[in-house]
């Protein structure tokens, strides 16, 4: 069954430093992307991506915040100076179309010090 | 319902019984509602979903029924099953963009043998 995938698992960083999550959505599918989960709290939408652009962001997706799609599979989120705060669960997903079903990765635990 | 918590609702039942999920939402423009299973580090995986000109839709062990009148949104999963332990959340589509789901707090289900 295709699955979205997502690199690293875990990853540790300092606070101020940069990191780049990485994903692979289902093939097919043309819309993505992420949310975070703080630890023991709901799911919160970061922001969507269509046809190589932004289509809708939240408040969370501050200017430390970007997303790329540098090749025809991967999706990146890279956070630029990171924060104690950033320390979250990130998941990315996809869809087929722009209703459907939503598929998500396994996620992206960071861990900011 | 949409609020954000540190500590879960929790149902307890044991195996074979039937389970019911409740979650409320406020925002009556959602035209897209969804359950989402989430088990321990892993990411959120489609369970049903179901839109607003239905009151009810099935699939398998599990049932979705929407009462529009009192924005109220079950979960029912009949004969529940060790394996069905996850947390439990429901998601709306946001209104406007549609592009980004809302999700609710979320509830444990603990199934004991």
């Known amino acids: 069954e295709p699955e979205v995938t997502q690199t690293p698992s875990h990853q540790v960083t300092q606070m101020g430093q940069e990191v780049i999550l990485r994903c692979v959505p289902i093939s097919n599918h043309l819309y993505f992307y992420w949310y975070r989960q703080i630890l023991g709290q709901k799911v919160e939408f970061l922001v969507s991506?269509?046809?190589?652009?932004?289509?809708?962001k939240s408040e969370i997706f501050d200017d430390q915040f970007s997303v790329e799609r540098p090749d025809g599979s991967n999706f990146t989120l890279k956070i630029r100076s990171t924060k104690l705060e950033d320390s979250a669960m990130y998941f990315c997903a996809s869809k087929q179309g722009s209703t459907g079903e939503l598929f998500f990765g396994e996620g992206s635990r960071l861990t900011v010090l | 319902g949409e609020s954000v918590g540190l500590h879960l609702p929790t149902l307890s039942v044991q195996e074979g019984d039937n389970s019911i999920i409740n979650c409320a939402y406020s925002n009556s423009a959602s035209d897209y509602f969804i359950w989402y299973k989430q088990e321990s580090g892993k990411g959120p995986q489609f369970i049903i979903d179901i839109r607003s000109n239905m009151d009810k839709r099935q699939g398998q062990r599990v049932t979705v029924l929407l009462n529009k009148t009192v924005k109220h949104l079950s979960l029912q999963i009949a004969a529940t099953q060790p394996g069905d332990s996850a947390v439990y959340f429901c998601a709306r589509e946001a209104y406007p963009g549609f592009q980004k789901l809302v999700f609710g707090t979320g509830t444990r289900l603990l199934v004991s043998p």
């Open positions: 991506f269509y046809n190589n652009e932004i289509s809708e």
